[in-house]
């Protein structure tokens, strides 16, 4: 038994014992006939039946899922940066967080289409409910973070996740994912939380933190859609927010927004991978002595580079412009373009509503707002 038992992935020796747990559950039918349309049923069962590793599993199986995801859903992933990275070498992304699958499930697939060594991700326990997407997650590398723990319980969480993490780095050579803040970012405007940050740092037992954060080769990454497929979804949380109300979920809401980001129309996406943080650290550790300045100089390094690394998209001009009733940015869109993103806004919220309207503009407005902070970054 191993103190991480709860929260890890399937060792490879338990990946076929799995697999055949859920090979005739019907979301496995529907994912496999969805990634293999022209292959019959029982030549998938019988390959699922011989596989016996996680990476196999994700390479024979997820790999082709994410690609038909990208042909039905978008119109292409570019990417940019991964030619920094070194094969062999594990790495600790820390990612903005826009969609709950396909952020990771992008990003690995980059990894892997580069020769790099692919991640173990960090998901919400409250996503993987069901035991089918609990079994899947374990499977596709998942390590869980334990959510609503009463604080002393939250803190112990917080340390062995820390020191799980430090162990997939430092021994197992896999390199990790993981998303700036808790959940994901509902109003496009990117921030890294502080306690990300520090539980984190728990795993550290060395005098000079940002010696040791300097180990785990930080390296920020950014990932832009250019439509938000959970754009809609994201409005009750938003406007409860402006009513200074607490949201409360719906029955299945994670699931149904896990369907929707996945299968949604996103147009383009791109994902960055910025510099591996090393000089930075080391100025942030002469300039504070205290860790809690140090983290929050951190904190502000990994935002200037999500933020200033950003791809924008027409769509995030064009919303600047409507929310600031502006043409500042109208050299970087169509009318064609601008046309679309006004039908898309109409069709998707009340547009009468004041509140609505600029919270779903914001939402594509914020990283334009957020570059515009960092000089000659547009």
Not at 17 to 31: F, Q, R, T, Y
Not at 154 to 162: A, E, G, I, V
Not at 215 to 228: C, F, G, R
Request: aromatic share 10%.
């Amino acid at each position: 038994m191993s103190k991480f038992d709860h929260i890890r992935p399937f060792y490879d020796t338990e990946v076929n014992e799995a697999i055949c747990s859920v090979v005739d559950h019907p979301m496995m039918k529907a994912l496999m006939s969805f990634a293999f349309p022209d292959v019959d049923e029982a030549v998938w069962v019988q390959q699922l039946r011989k596989t016996h590793s996680k990476r196999d599993f994700q390479i024979n199986f997820i790999y082709h899922a994410v690609q038909k995801v990208l042909e039905k859903s978008s119109e292409g992933l570019t990417t940019s940066g991964f030619e920094k990275l070194e094969p062999h070498t594990p790495y600790l992304f820390i990612s903005n967080h826009r969609d709950i699958i396909l952020d990771t499930s992008l990003l690995n697939v980059s990894l892997y289409d580069h020769g790099l060594v692919m991640t173990a991700s960090a998901i919400g326990d409250n996503l993987v409910q069901k035991t089918f997407l609990h079994v899947l997650s374990r499977l596709n590398r998942n390590f869980l973070v334990q959510r609503n723990l009463p604080p002393r319980e939250l803190l112990q969480s917080s340390k062995l996740m820390s020191e799980y993490i430090c162990q997939l780095l430092n021994r197992e050579n896999r390199s990790v994912w993981i998303a700036q803040r808790e959940g994901r970012t509902k109003d496009g405007d990117d921030a890294t939380q502080q306690g990300v940050l520090k539980m984190l740092a728990m795993g550290s037992d060395e005098k000079n933190l940002m010696h040791y954060f300097k180990k785990l080769k930080i390296v920020p990454v950014s990932i832009s859609y250019e439509y938000d497929p959970t754009d809609m979804l994201k409005m009750p949380q938003l406007l409860a927010k402006a009513k200074d109300e607490i949201y409360i979920k719906e029955k299945n809401e994670d699931f149904i927004t896990l369907l929707s980001g996945i299968m949604g129309q996103k147009k383009r996406i791109h994902i960055h991978v910025g510099d591996m943080l090393t000089d930075d650290l080391d100025k942030i550790a002469d300039e504070f002595d205290n860790q809690n300045k140090q983290i929050q100089a951190l904190a502000q390094v990994i935002d200037e580079s999500i933020l200033t690394t950003y791809k924008l998209w027409p769509t995030n001009y064009i919303a600047y412009d409507l929310l600031n009733d502006t043409t500042r940015f109208s050299k970087y869109y169509t009318d064609k373009e601008k046309q679309l993103f006004e039908r898309r806004l109409e069709m998707r919220i009340d547009n009468d509503n004041k509140v609505l309207r600029e919270g779903f503009l914001a939402m594509y407005a914020n990283p334009v707002a957020n570059k515009m902070k960092y000089q000659n970054a547009i």
